[in-house]
Structures are given as C-alpha cells and as structure tokens.
C-alpha cells in the first residue's frame, strides 16, 4: 500500500509559479512511475506528467510542455510538479499517482492516488 499527500498549492496570479510535492510513504515508492493529473471544476480528470521509475523520462500533456516540469527524489520518496506562467485554465485540483501506466494510446490510469491540492490561478 502507498499513501500519498500533496502539498504546495494555493493561489498565484497569472504568469506565477506554483511547485507541488507529493511524499509518499513505503518502500516501493522508487519502483513506480509517478505522475501528477488534475481537475478542473465541472471537467474530467485528466493527465499532467509521468515520470519513470528507473531512467527518470518523462511525458507531459501536449498542452502543458514547457510549462510544467514533473521530477522526483527517490530518497525522499517525494515526487514534485514545478508550474511555471501559469495561467488561469491551469485553476484545479491536483492530484499525485503512483504507478501510473498506459490505459489506452491516450489515456493514462493509476493505482495510487493522493487527496489532492488545490491550485488556484487569478487572472
């Protein structure tokens, strides 16, 4: 079992930055790929970043590239999203995954999730 907990959000103007942290409890927590999904009031979840367990690559949302940056410390069991020129579309609720792997070609699922942070973005 792995529990997760966000933290690191909150409100920001347009054009700022937020850094998320996930720490997570359990010792497996470097064989999974984590990843971070967010949603948006009245939408579906959806995915942000994924990083690997074992080489560290990464994939991000087609919208978000450049932007959003996912990393991870494996001796802090801690994964964190960097959100840079955030814009008010980027408002949500931000979730942390663990083990997170291809559903489908372009959906992404995950075994583990966190309570989530609250990302505020004002225009």
């Known amino acids: 079992q792995v529990q997760l907990v966000e933290s690191g959000g909150g409100l920001v103007q347009a054009g700022g930055s937020l850094r998320l942290s996930c720490a997570t409890s359990?010792?497996?927590?470097?064989?999974?790929?984590m990843g971070w999904f967010r949603q948006a009031p009245g939408k579906e979840r959806e995915f942000v970043a994924r990083?690997?367990?074992?080489?560290?690559?990464?994939i991000y949302a087609d919208s978000l590239k450049g932007r959003f940056t996912i990393s991870r410390d494996n001796a802090q069991n801690t994964v964190y999203l960097e959100m840079n020129s955030l814009k008010p579309e980027d408002t949500a609720v931000y979730y942390c995954?663990?083990?997170?792997?291809?559903?489908?070609?372009?959906?992404?699922?995950?075994?583990?999730w966190g309570r989530g942070t609250q990302v505020t973005v004002s225009s």
């Open positions: 359990g010792r497996t927590f470097s064989s999974y790929a």
């Open positions: 995954a663990a083990n997170v792997l291809r559903a489908t070609s372009t959906r992404w699922r995950a075994d583990y």
């Open positions: 990083i690997s367990s074992s080489t560290g690559s990464t």
